[in-house]
T-cell receptor, first 111, second 113 residues
């Protein structure tokens, strides 16, 4: 289930299930979006990106969906594994401006 | 692939002292680097954009005299936290842009005591 904590919402999933992490972005002019994974005490790790001229992009076990109408981005992780436990951030950029990060979601995988 | 090296990974300093954090692009040249700050259980907040050979651009609310940024070469940007106070304790992360992509350093945990 999903719960909103003091700062970061948390999504708990059973190992092997699919995870869906959502993100609402702020700027309708944004043309580039990235999902990052961050483990405790480390910098963000690139997962997958998508440009605004696409609405779906697939990687290995991950899929990003972009809905520009409602400014919504989602990350789907198939067959979630314990190693997927981390905080996930979406980030947006437009015309090569600095990345602006969303609030983040903590994914907790239950073995 | 592009690698950004950030040092130190962890530093403890006394109140009133200054701390320098280095961010290096190892296998590419970065005319633009970015500095972020992250408090526990929060997102990354952009502090400033570091431009090689020119002054950094600071985000609103970030004191440029407290957070000194120097980008003297195409592979090195430094962030100096001057006269550090306990409230400056945070996780600082640098990023460099290469083409259309962004590469992040591993972060620096600063603790001011």
């Amino acid at each position: 289930g999903e719960s909103v904590g003091l700062h970061l919402p948390t999504l708990s999933v059973q190992e092997g299930d699919n995870s869906i992490i959502n993100c609402a972005y702020s700027n309708s002019a944004s043309d580039y979006f990235i999902w990052y994974k961050q483990e405790s005490g480390k910098g963000p790790q690139f997962i997958i990106d998508i440009r605004s001229n696409m609405d779906k992009r697939q990687g290995q076990r991950v899929t990003v969906l972009l809905n520009k109408t409602v400014k919504h981005l989602s990350l789907q992780i198939a067959a979630t594994q314990p190693g997927d436990s981390a905080v996930y951030f979406c980030a947006e950029s437009w015309v090569n401006t600095p990345l602006v990060f969303g609030k983040g979601t903590r994914l907790s995988v239950i073995a | 692939g592009a690698v950004v090296s950030q040092h130190p990974s962890r530093v403890i300093c006394k109140s009133g002292t200054s701390v320098k954090i280095e961010c290096r692009s190892l296998d590419f040249q970065a005319t633009t680097m970015f500095w972020y700050r992250q408090f526990p259980k929060q997102s990354l907040m952009l502090m400033a954009t570091s431009n090689e050979g020119s002054k950094a651009t600071y985000e609103q609310g970030v004191e440029k005299d407290k957070f000194l940024i120097n980008h003297a070469s195409l592979t090195l940007s430094t962030l100096t936290v001057t006269s550090a106070h306990p409230e400056d304790s945070s996780f600082y992360i640098c990023s460099a842009r290469q083409g259309v992509g962004y590469t992040f350093g591993s972060g620096t945990r600063l603790t001011v005591v």
